[in-house]
């Protein structure tokens, strides 16, 4: 009796999985979209932008994710202020002297030197002359960052290699090289 079912439930097993295909009419596809996509020219009009536009622009007054507004200007008051009034967000346990030391000698060894003193292989080699010493600034971590953001006579500005966070953790890196001077 256990034959008979069994061979009873091979055949309708071939029977249903023969069944399924059909050689003169394709299967049907789930998502064609993602198959055969509509192929849009790169900056051209397209009918899928309101009013044929090249592309949709955000709501009025949002913000990119992870941006965080900086709110001091690019000018020697900004500079100013921000050295008065600007403070780290980090706490004591975010401030990693390994990583701002990590990020310091990629980023700014060559100019700034690794204690510094302003005598970096970049000075050395006269590619850049008068790169100041941490010594003989008066400098905060706000004055830092800002400089960080924005750049500063010959330094140009970080901030599109650095975060927000990486740009604090060198700021507290500088001011532990300036204690040390």
């Known amino acids: ?7 009873a439930l091979l055949v309708g097993m071939a029977i249903l999985s023969s069944s399924c295909h ?3 009419e394709p299967n049907y596809q789930y998502f064609p979209n993602m198959y055969e996509s509509t192929g849009y ?6 009918a899928v932008f309101k009013g044929g536009k ?19 200007p690019n000018t020697p008051e900004g500079y100013e202020l921000a050295k008065v009034n600007l403070k780290s967000p980090l706490d ?4 990693s002297s ?3 030391k990590e990020l310091f000698e990629i980023y700014c060894i ?3 030197g690794a204690s510094g003193n302003g005598k970096g292989k970049l000075v050395e080699r006269e590619k850049f002359l008068g790169v100041p010493s941490y010594k003989d600034r008066d400098i905060t971590e706000g004055s830092v960052f800002h400089v960080e953001t924005y750049g500063l006579n010959a330094m140009g500005s970080h901030a599109n290699q650095l975060s927000a966070h990486e740009r604090w953790l060198v700021a507290d890196y500088v ?4 204690s040390q001077l």
Request: with cysteine; aromatic share 10%; proline share 4%.
């Open 54 to 72: 090249e592309g949709q622009l955000p709501v009025e007054g949002t913000i990119n994710r992870g941006f965080q507004p900086y709110e001091y």
């Open 1 to 7: 009796m256990k034959r008979v079912y069994t061979i």
């Open 110 to 112: 060559s100019c700034h």
């Open 175 to 178: 001011l532990k090289l300036k």
């Open 22 to 24: 059909n050689k003169n």
């Open 41 to 46: 020219e790169t900056y051209s009009e397209a």
């Open 98 to 100: 390994d990583k701002g």
């Open 92 to 95: 004591s346990l975010e401030r």
